[in-house]
Structure formats: structure tokens, C-alpha cells
């Protein structure tokens, strides 16, 4: 029997799992979060293996280690804009990335 004032049948769809937890009680911790040192490490790892395995003769590999070396120069591109958006001196900057800051701006400054 349903309660007075229910609404009709609730539907779920046959991919949705139906849990018994409460919500209400249940903590909700936030993920780990994935981007960090060690994840920066962990790609280094593997575009070093991908480097040295063109090294010992995958010429086809090489035009994937190129498109790497490309990813990595945008996704510098886009911290060092969204840094200077955030107030980042070119002298921080250029000091995280072992360079002054006139070459940081040189570099990064007019894109």
C-alpha cells in the first residue's frame, strides 16, 4: 500500500542502481584528487619511456612524441596565461619554470 499523498510508480532505468543508503547520514568525502606531483611524475615517466623506445628504432613513434611536445607546449601556454590572469608576476613564473622573468614574458608574454 502506498502512503496517502505518494506520487505514482517511481521508474529506474535498468543501468540505475537503487541504493538504500541515507543520504542524509552518509558522509560524502570529496575524491582524491588525481592532479598532483605525483601525477606530473608519473607522465614524465611515460614520455620518457615513449622517447626512449623511438630511440631503439619506432620511427612511427615519432609523430606521437611530436604531438606530446606540442600538448605540453598548450597546456604551458594555458597555466601561463591563467596565472598572469590570476595575478602571477613574469619573476614567479619565470622562476618555476628556471628561466628570468624576461624570458618568461619573451616566451609566453604576446600570446
Keep these: ?7 505514482g510508480p517511481t521508474h529506474h532505468l535498468p543501468c540505475e542502481r537503487r541504493s538504500d543508503v541515507n543520504d542524509g547520514l552518509t558522509i560524502h568525502r570529496l575524491r582524491p584528487v588525481v592532479e598532483n ?13 615513449h622517447g626512449r623506445r623511438v ?4 620511427v612511427e613513434g615519432l609523430r606521437d612524441l611530436a604531438a606530446l611536445d606540442r600538448a605540453v607546449q598548450d597546456a604551458t601556454r594555458t ?7 590570476a595575478g602571477f608576476s613574469w619573476s614567479a613564473i619565470g622562476r618555476q619554470l628556471g628561466t628570468t622573468r624576461q624570458a618568461a614574458h619573451q616566451r609566453w608574454g604576446g600570446e
Excluded at 500500500?1 to 506520487?7: D, E, H, N
Aim: aromatic letters at 6%; proline letters at 3%.
Design 37 to 49: 606531483d605525483e601525477f606530473a611524475g608519473f607522465v614524465r615517466r611515460v614520455v620518457t619511456a
Design 1 to 7: 500500500m502506498r502512503p496517502s499523498g505518494a506520487a
Design 79 to 85: 597555466a601561463v596565461r591563467g596565472l598572469r590572469s
Design 55 to 58: 630511440s631503439s628504432g619506432d
